[in-house]
Structures are given as structure tokens and as C-alpha cells.
């Protein structure tokens, strides 16, 4: 079979090195009679790509997405990766069967187009990759094993028969991928966008958790966002509204769709603590304001809730009900879990985004993430994301005029624009900056850049950026001895296959410090690369491959 057409719809190849041209068998096709009768009336719900003996061939991923699941173990019959990638159509479940997961390659972790996921194990003659792809609403659907849900074949448990694949969710993959183009190759329409921020203001909320009240936490993360959206909208071309809705026992429209951030800012500043939780009633008056939108408009909810919603519509309500209605309408419902795990339905949370169609969930323990949740959707939302760079939940010591280099990304060709957020938890300013793979740092004066600082994140943009490595580094211009979490996160517009090279943070005497800023570009290439392999090998160390 030939991967060109479903390549024409923007799906990477899932086994590159063999080339265009990959080798399948009837008897391995998706529901194939002769695998039926071969296999005592099992069901193939999958086709099987055939690889060669003798050499090491990892599965890549089609497109961008999210993995949902990972099985490592002895037996390759087993071992699978599972992805959540986006399509014209909505969501759906990649199976990678057969496939030993790779360092790094966990539930909750997204994934690039054309990224490795991890080695082909042997399973059966010929060796093969597993493909499959299961378009049910929701993760826990898709995994309940009563109905039938097998990672290959489809036996309901307690059962011996065999269920038509195609009655619960199944579709054979090369006629989904070559009738179905991949999201992020879609044109993109993000020069305009309308976000309705969905607020939980119920009792919990007036809570004390980590260092501050929660409600104070959210109000301050919100008008971050909203700054951040202010700065977007100095993007020739680009308009960017904003809606807020509160919801407690019940829900109410507190601001309708505005460009008028000031507007918006007391909005959110007016915000307080008051009863239940009914957040049905939320996304009800979430939707209908977006309803009234005309036009090409990217629209958008960004949902976010410390609890379990307690009042009017069902859960089941509420996925049938305005979670339909906004997948029906192309509105991405975006959901953010703030608090204590125990006290969110996250599961619930996961649901709703993953059933409107093209929404993310994130989870945040403090406000400083709960920000960073809220950019880490946006740049999805826009663009194509590349791997965030952070200090990884150390407090790394800053001082005056020093940078801290964060590490490369690499940029490929005909991007119409590159965004970097920087974020930071200290009090005090951080300055971004970026270095173009001619060696030039991005000021004021750069050709179509646009930047942005201000007391909690820093923000670039940049029109028709050059392709290539680009240096990301921050630079403390007020002191924060007592040191400082950081995040950047990046994305290119409209998208294409783009990665990062994060840099590790040292621990020295229970202070966390970054790479002196002094060292070249092509030393943080190579520092980044000899961490990457340190941790593959002690990975392959651990699994016993060494």
C-alpha cells in the first residue's frame, strides 16, 4: 500500500525509515475473513504493516496528539501505545500495537508528528506494526473491555464471540486517514478567535490552598491570560475576544464577547466565592454566547473547576447536552482541574474536552501552573506546539543581567509565525530572549517581531520567522536570590514538524542553578543531546536491554 494520499491529508508516515511504500497482507487487513478463520473467529480490528527481521524499526506517531496509554511488558502480544490525535472529523484512538513504549513516552504526554514512540517488538510471522484507530467519544468508552474493546481483536469478556469491530467504534485506518485530513494541517482562521472564560465561583473556591485563596489564585492567572490575549491582538491581522461566565449554583454571562480587555479585567477582579456547583449550567450560557457568533471565528471554553459539579444537569446531561452541542458546532471546550486531586471529578473533566472534539485537559497545583495551563492550551488552540521548556519544578536562583539559557527549538520552513511565551512564579521581571539561527537576538527592531514583558510573563512574536535553531534563553532583570520556577512554551503557525532540546537545572547544596549563559548555542545542542542519551541509557539499563 502506498501512505501518499493519507500524507496528502497531513498524517506522518508511522514507519518512515520503510518509505512510502509499506507492505500489509490481506489475511492482516482490517476485519479480514481469512484472519477470522485463521484465528478461531476472532475479529481484526486493525490493519498490520509488515517490517523487516534483523533491523531496529520504531512506530511514529501520524500526527500531534496526547498518549492515553502505555503497556510495557515481556510479552510483545501486549506491548501497545495508544494516542489521541485530532482529525477533520473530531478525535480518535491510534493503536500502536506490538511496540515497546520509548524513555519518556507515558500517559498524559503529548506527542509530535512524526515522533519515535518506541521499538517494534516481534509478535507473530511476519514482524509487524499493529495499526488501529477507534473513533469512540470518550477514553473510558474506548476501554471498556465488557463490549468488546481489545488493543487487536474484538472479544467482549466472558464472552467467546466476536464483535463486528466496525459495530463499536472501529475503522479500518488507511481508508479513515485517506478520507480524513489531520487537524493541524487544516488552514488556519486564528487571526480571529472568541474565548469564553467558564469561571467555577462556588463555596470551595473561597478556600485557602497552597499559600493563598484559591479564587485569588484563578482572578490572578485569568488577567494574566487576558494580558496575554491583549498582546496577541497586536498581531497585524489578528482580533481576539473575550467572555466570562461565572457558574456556582448557577450559572450567569458577566461580561459578553469584548475586545475591550479593560472591560474584561474588572470583570474578572469582581469575581468572589459564593455556593454549589453546577457546572452544566456553565457551558449552557458558555455555548449560547458563542452561538451568537458569526463569521470564521475560532471558538473556544476554557473551563476551569476545583471540584465536582453538584447541582442541575447529570454528567451524562451534560455530554449529551452542551458537550454535543459544541462538538456539533466546532467549538473546542477546553477544561482545567485546579486543587486537589481528590476533591475534582478529573476524570469527568477529561471527558468533556476529549468528547468536544478538539478541547485539552490540564491539571494545575498552584496558580503559577494554572497559568501555565492557560498558555499551554492557547499556543495548542492556535498552533503547532513545540515541547515546553521549564526548570522542572525547581526554584532556580536568578540574579540581575544573567541569563538562563532554556534551550533550543528548531523551526522548519514556511511558517507564517513563531510565538514564545515565557512564564515565571517569583516576584520580580524576566526579560525573553531569543537568538535566530543566524545568530541574531530578536529586540524591538527585528523584522516583524513584536515583544512583549510585564510582571509575570514575557511574550514574542514573530512574522514569517527564519527556519532552523533558534536559542531561547530568560534573563532576570530584577533579583530572585530565593530562585524562581520558569516555563516557555512555543508554537509555529500554521504547524509543521518542529522539536525542542531542553537543558537540565543543577541542584548544588540544595540551590537549583541553570547552564551559565556564556556558552554557545552549538554547546547547548550537545549538552541537551548527552542528557537525552544518559537518560535512554539508563532507561535501556533498567528495562535489561543493556
Known amino acids: 500500500m502506498s501512505w501518499q494520499t493519507a500524507e496528502n491529508n497531513g498524517w506522518s508516515n508511522p514507519l518512515p525509515m520503510l518509505g512510502e511504500t509499506l ?52 510479552d510483545p502480544r501486549e506491548m501497545v501505545v495508544i494516542v489521541q490525535h485530532q482529525g477533520a472529523r473530531g478525535s480518535f484512538y491510534c493503536v500502536y500495537g506490538h511496540v515497546y513504549a520509548a524513555a519518556g513516552i507515558e500517559e498524559h504526554v503529548d506527542v509530535a508528528a512524526g515522533q519515535a514512540l518506541g521499538a517494534i517488538r516481534t509478535s507473530g510471522t511476519p514482524r509487524h506494526l499493529h495499526l488501529g484507530i477507534n473513533t469512540s467519544s470518550s477514553l473510558t468508552t474506548f476501554k471498556n473491555p465488557a463490549i468488546g474493546r481489545g488493543w487487536g481483536t474484538t472479544v467482549p469478556v466472558g464472552t467467546s464471540a466476536a464483535v463486528n469491530p466496525s459495530s463499536i467504534g472501529w475503522v479500518d485506518p488507511v481508508e479513515h486517514l485517506e478520507g480524513v485530513q489531520c487537524a493541524t494541517s487544516l488552514p488556519s482562521t486564528s487571526n480571529q478567535t472568541a474565548t469564553v472564560l467558564v469561571m467555577d465561583v462556588s463555596g470551595s473556591m473561597g478556600w485557602s490552598w497552597q499559600g493563598g485563596v484559591k479564587i485569588e489564585s484563578a482572578k490572578e492567572a485569568a488577567l494574566s491570560f487576558l494580558e496575554l490575549l491583549e498582546q496577541e491582538n497586536r498581531v497585524q491581522g489578528t482580533e481576539h475576544w473575550v467572555a466570562v461566565v461565572g457558574f456556582s449554583a448557577d450559572a450567569h454571562l458577566l461580561l459578553p464577547l469584548t475586545n475591550d480587555y479593560n472591560r474584561a479585567r474588572q470583570t474578572i477582579i469582581s469575581l468572589h466565592a459564593t455556593s454549589a456547583t453546577n457546572l452544566g449550567a456553565g457551558l449552557t450560557v458558555g455555548l449560547q454566547e ?66 468536544s472534539g478538539c478541547g485539552r485537559y490540564e491539571y494545575a497545583s498552584s496558580g503559577f501552573e494554572l497559568f501555565s495551563a492557560y498558555v499551554k492550551i492557547r499556543h495548542h488552540s492556535l498552533g503547532q506546539v513545540i515541547s515546553g521548556l521549564s526548570s ?28 514564545v511565551t515565557l512564564g515565571w512564579s517569583a516576584d520580580g521581571r524576566m526579560q525573553l530572549v531569543l537568538t535566530d539561527p543566524r545568530g541574531r537576538q530578536v529586540g524591538t527592531s527585528y523584522p516583524g517581531a513584536i515583544i512583549y514583558s510585564s510582571g509575570s510573563f514575557a511574550q514574542a512574536s514573530i512574522a514569517s520567522p527564519l527556519s532552523g535553531i533558534w536559542r531561547v534563553d530568560a534573563q532576570a532583570v530584577s533579583s530572585m536570590l530565593s530562585g524562581t520556577e520558569y516555563f516557555a512554551i512555543a508554537s509555529t503557525r500554521p504547524g509543521g514538524i518542529a522539536f525542542s532540546l531542553p537543558l537540565p537545572v543543577f541542584e548544588v547544596g540544595g540551590f537549583s542553578f541553570a547552564l551559565p549563559d556564556w556558552l554557545p548555542t552549538w554547546a547547548l545542542v550537545g549538552i541537551s543531546l548527552a542528557c537525552i542519551a544518559i537518560a535512554a541509557w539508563q532507561w535501556l539499563s533498567q528495562a535489561g536491554f543493556l
Open 23 to 74: 507492505t500489509t497482507s490481506t489475511n492482516y487487513d482490517f476485519n479480514s475473513q481469512t484472519y477470522t478463520s485463521n484465528h478461531d473467529g476472532l475479529r481484526h480490528a486493525g490493519i498490520d504493516l509488515v517490517v523487516p527481521d534483523g533491523i531496529a524499526i520504531s512506530a511514529h506517531a501520524i500526527s500531534n496528539g496526547e498518549v492515553v496509554h502505555v503497556v510495557r511488558g515481556a
Open 290 to 355: 458563542l452561538s451568537k457568533l458569526e463569521g470564521q471565528a475560532q471558538r473556544y471554553m476554557t473551563v476551569l473547576s476545583d471540584g465536582e459539579t453538584n447541582r442541575g444537569l447529570s454528567r451524562n446531561e451534560i455530554l449529551n447536552g452542551p458537550v454535543a452541542q459544541a462538538r456539533s458546532a466546532g467549538i473546542c471546550i477546553n477544561t482545567v482541574a485546579f486543587g486537589d486531586r481528590g476533591d475534582i471529578d478529573e476524570e469527568f473533566l477529561r471527558r468533556i474536552a476529549a468528547m
Open 392 to 419: 522542572h519544578g525547581h526554584e532556580v536562583i536568578a540574579v540581575p543581567g544573567q541569563g538562563v539559557p532554556l534551550g533550543v527549538i528548531s523551526i522548519p520552513s514556511g511558517q507564517r509565525e513563531l510565538h
